[in-house]
């Protein structure tokens, strides 16, 4: 194992970002600015902003800058709507080079303005990005204006490219939904007797929050407002209604549920939904925080219910795949946590693992969950990820668009857990669609093809 | 309807782009930069661009696409990003030890005013590039012109830093074997490269082919992480644009800038005409190529347009008058246009968000007398909502474009055929070629499978056919 670290590619500066399980009792560095140069597979803190809101079907959400970083994050996560269909288009400003001298605060205005009287959506957030901090446009004015001379609540989202991590987009997200929010207190006041929760973090990638939802419905929980997977502006406005906060991709919407928790006294709850057992878990979480045992009861017989519903079919795919050895990288260590256990649930063993986004305590928990000998990796690049795969003779790799090609180039078996899963990965059905993508991909036939038919050279 | 928000009424915008049919240049520039060989793009700017691009240039080819980033940060944007860029070019050679850097800026580096060449003087100086190995660079801002004009930017950089003045004594050699030409491509797939390397092979032409995307971006199953697979020109090649007795650049908005450079910087004359997509326009292509090479056409093109003629008069009942509404780069779309009168169909909506000067009167030419009945646009507000309102005022019978066209085609119920960049759902695109007779053929082949296969679906009963 050691030889194994030896071979790795690492860029020195990386040398304390990448560890190997027992070799260390340092903690993983992390929560450091990319190596200037090197091949990261992160994005940029509008890329956190836009990937949060998104989702919200009813509103309009218009990029303020060049075209390329509304053309770029056009329709590309997947996340469903059962209604209107507006977030699914891409509406920017198209700021061209006379409005880099002269200003674009004018062409936004307009651009707001023409839009919600042709859309008529229900609330507005406008991006800003590297180009419109560096020209300095006075966003919050233009959406304050347009805002009081439509009655709309227009948001800015400070998501200046250059101003940090995609974390700090996601930060941007969360003021954003805060405001939205705390706008107008008359419809927070109201009270909702029933016992009801927030969905955060839950983006509806493949229809999951639906999923989720009716679990909740049938335990007897009103989900009042998802954040924001087939979200609506007036749910997320009634937010403040519910209890309780799910807080599932805890990178992104961890600062909502804090504030949220440090001014209204809405306690949130770290979740998962990946795996038969964070599933369960979420789930009784939620039954105990009501304490009522009517919710404990029906929550008990879901969970008894779809467990043993799914159970045979995943030992059969478990009596599969056992023994393969699983690389998991993707952009939040919590989601890292659950895809260890879910693996190893129909015996897989994770030997990487790691994320973009992932702070010291998140690396002490996956250090925690893996086994002897496994790596443990923080802001990784191709080159590294590719000798990882091979040093660690991996079977499998879990990843996002980028990781995709990599694997299949070095011929291993892929789950796309990020935007573009295609199949529901989340709850108990989640689950065995999981482990069925894990299985047809690890075990498909084009791996044996690759031995060269011919002799010679 | 997933476009269900967009209005039949067309009303008047000023400021305001809806589903673009463009993006910006740094991904021209960067997609150029990979038809080098062992170079690795750089975006200058903030991580996010790299990503994007790297990842929508992954969905289009399924493969892994290497680019590295400035990483700019706060301080970057205040105090100017020479630091970072000076650091990533120790990076880059140290740990990844690429033959070229090509380094393209960004919105951000641009405005506030990184001067590139200042930067890789100052990084030469400080012993930061190895001897033998190169960075360049082309400034393409995100709020000028379109991905075409970043590809075209990458493309004449590649002249302005490697060709060479004619050495006579080279020039000697490389005449005595066979006529060499410097074919430059335009903004096409390593498919259609390949394309062009064989027709000029067949014809008995030497041809220095740049960019060449062909083995780095449909490399093959390898079992191996290569940062830099066996593909792209290399820079030795590069170095001798100079000797060729001509240059074609095939499609003006993509290839022109590198040709008239190189023809001021080593004489060497040029030749820009439309991409050679369809019959009259491969016919110019490989008439030019005659000429140029002082070489004959071979049977063997000739049999392969003589096919594509006949599969042209068997099947034109089926194509009569199509009415057609196509979007995406100029070059394309001008040289598509050509093809489809060609062919008999009717063009009707024209789109496309790069602006350039001389689109519509190269689109008027290609249309010929349809030229008045058509409806064309180019810039900002040529847009996919502005071609989705028109074919909702009067339908069409084909839609041509990138992937984003689906959702009109599916809204609408019209058939689709994919072509241009990006698109992200089919895989053809990388290993077939649209270009030259047997491209032509191909797309032909698409075309009369869409048609027939929506009457068999639409048949009643009674007169489904059988033979067609």
């Known amino acids: 194992m050691t030889s194994a670290m030896q071979t790795l590619k690492v860029l020195s500066e990386r040398r304390d970002q990448v560890q190997q399980k027992g070799s260390s009792s340092d903690a993983v560095a992390c929560d450091r600015k990319s190596a200037a140069g090197s091949v990261s597979q992160r994005a940029c803190v509008f890329c956190g902003s836009r990937v949060v809101l998104y989702p919200i079907a009813d509103a309009l959400h218009v990029v303020h800058g060049p075209v390329g970083c509304a053309a770029y994050t056009w329709d590309i996560r997947g996340a469903l709507s059962s209604g209107p269909e507006l977030h699914r288009n891409s509406f920017s400003t198209d700021l061209r ?8 605060e004018k062409k936004l205005e307009g651009t707001l303005l023409a839009l919600i009287e042709a859309q008529k959506p229900n ?27 439509t009655g709309l609540p227009v948001l800015p989202v400070h998501s200046e490219g250059f101003r940090g991590t995609k974390k700090d987009g996601y930060r941007a997200a969360c003021d954003a939904l805060f405001s939205l929010i705390t706008l107008d207190h008359s419809k927070a006041a109201e009270g909702h007797i029933r016992p009801a929760v927030n969905l955060l973090g839950e983006f509806n990638i493949a229809g999951e929050t639906w999923m989720i939802r009716s679990y909740y419905e049938e335990m007897g929980v009103d989900v009042i407002a998802c954040m924001t997977g087939d979200g609506r502006v007036d749910d997320i406005r009634r937010a403040r209604q519910a209890k309780l906060n799910l807080v599932q991709c805890s990178g992104s919407m961890t600062p909502l549920a804090k504030r949220l928790e440090s001014e209204f006294a809405i306690p949130f709850r770290r979740v998962s939904y990946f795996g038969l057992e964070d599933t369960a878990a979420a789930l009784y979480a939620t039954a105990d925080f009501f304490q009522d045992p009517k919710i404990r009861e029906k929550t008990e017989a879901l969970v008894r219910r779809e467990v043993s519903r799914v159970t045979p079919e995943l030992r059969a795919i478990r009596s599969e795949v056992r023994g393969k050895r699983a690389a998991v990288y993707v952009g939040g260590a919590f989601k890292a946590m659950s895809l260890i256990k879910a693996l190893a649930m129909i015996g897989i063993e994770t030997v990487v693992v790691g994320s973009q986004t992932g702070n010291r305590d998140d690396y002490r928990v996956l250090k925690e969950l893996t086994a002897d000998g496994a790596v443990i990796v923080d802001d990784s690049n191709p080159i590294e990820l590719s000798s990882l795969v091979q040093a660690m003779k991996v079977d499998l790799f879990i990843g996002g668009v980028k990781e995709r090609p990599i694997a299949y180039k070095l011929g291993v078996g892929f789950c796309d857990h990020n935007h573009e899963r295609k199949t529901a990965l989340a709850g108990f059905e989640g689950m065995l ?14 791996w044996e093809l690759r031995r060269r038919p011919f002799p010679g050279s | ?119 890789i003087a100052k990084a030469k100086e400080e012993g930061k590039i190895p001897d033998g190995a190169f960075v360049i660079h082309a400034n393409t801002p995100s709020y000028v012109g379109s991905h075409v004009t970043g590809f ?19 020039a000697v050699v490389a005449d005595a074997g066979a006529p060499r030409l410097n074919i430059i491509p335009g903004w096409v797939e390593p498919a259609d490269m390949r394309e062009i390397k064989r027709i000029a092979t067949a014809m008995g032409i030497q041809a220095l082919v740049f960019p060449d995307t062909s083995g780095i971006t449909d490399a093959p199953f390898s079992g191996r992480a290569e940062m830099f697979p066996a593909g792209g020109v290399s820079v030795e090649a590069l170095a001798t644009m100079g000797d060729a007795r001509a240059t074609v650049a095939l499609g003006p908005t993509a290839s022109a800038a590198a040709a008239s450079a190189l023809e001021l910087k080593c004489d060497v004359p040029h030749e820009t005409m439309e991409l050679p997509i369809g019959l009259s326009a491969t016919d110019r292509f490989v008439d030019a190529l005659r000429r140029r090479g002082g070489v004959q056409v071979p049977a063997a093109l000739e049999e392969e347009r003589g096919q594509l003629l006949d599969v042209m008069s068997d099947m034109h009942q089926y194509l009569y008058q199509k009415r057609v509404a196509l979007f995406g780069d100029p070059d394309q779309l001008v040289a598509l246009t050509e093809f489809l009168m060609d062919l008999d169909m009717d063009p009707v909506y024209i789109v496309t968000g790069t602006p350039t000067k001389k689109f519509e009167d190269r689109i008027r030419h290609a249309l010929k007398d349809r030229a008045d009945r058509a409806k064309f646009k ?91």
């Open chain 1, 433 to 446: 669609n999981f482990a069925k993508e894990v299985r047809n991909s690890v075990l498909s036939p084009v």
């Open chain 1, 97 to 104: 080079e006379r409005d880099i001298v002269f200003g674009g």
């Open chain 2, 152 to 170: 075209s930017t990458m493309v004449k950089s590649m002249v302005d830093y490697f060709a060479e003045p004619k050495a006579p004594t080279r």
């Open chain 1, 123 to 149: 609330a507005v957030f406008v991006y800003s990005t590297c180009i419109v901090g560096v020209i300095g446009d006075d966003i919050d004015a233009v959406c304050r204006r347009v805002a009081k001379m």
């Open chain 2, 378 to 468: 180019q810039g900002a507000t040529a847009d996919m909502f502005l071609l989705h309102q028109w074919i909702k005022n009067e339908s069409v019978d084909l839609l041509i474009g990138n992937t984003y066209g689906k959702y009109i085609a599916r809204d609408e119920d019209v058939p689709f055929l994919r072509l241009g960049f990006p698109v992200l759902d089919r895989i053809g695109h990388v290993y077939f070629p649209t270009v030259g007779y047997r491209g032509a053929l191909r797309l032909l082949e698409k075309m009369l499978d869409l048609f027939l296969d929506r009457q068999d679906r639409d048949a009643p009963e009674e007169s489904f056919e059988l033979v067609m």
């Open chain 2, 1 to 119: 309807m997933l476009l269900r928000h967009t209005p039949t009424e067309v009303s008047e915008r000023r400021s305001l782009t809806i589903n673009p049919a463009k993006t910006c240049q740094p991904i021209g520039a960067m997609y150029a930069a990979l038809g080098i060989r062992d170079c690795l793009p750089h975006s200058h700017g903030s991580q996010g661009c790299c990503s994007y691009h790297r990842s929508t240039l992954t969905r289009h080819y399924k493969e892994p696409v290497m680019a590295s980033t400035s990483s700019f940060t706060e301080g970057a944007s205040v105090f100017g990003g020479q630091s970072n860029l000076l650091q990533s070019l120790e990076t880059i050679f140290s740990v990844y030890k690429p033959r070229v850097v090509a380094v393209h800026t960004t919105c951000l580096s641009e405005t506030i005013g990184d001067d590139i060449p200042q930067i």
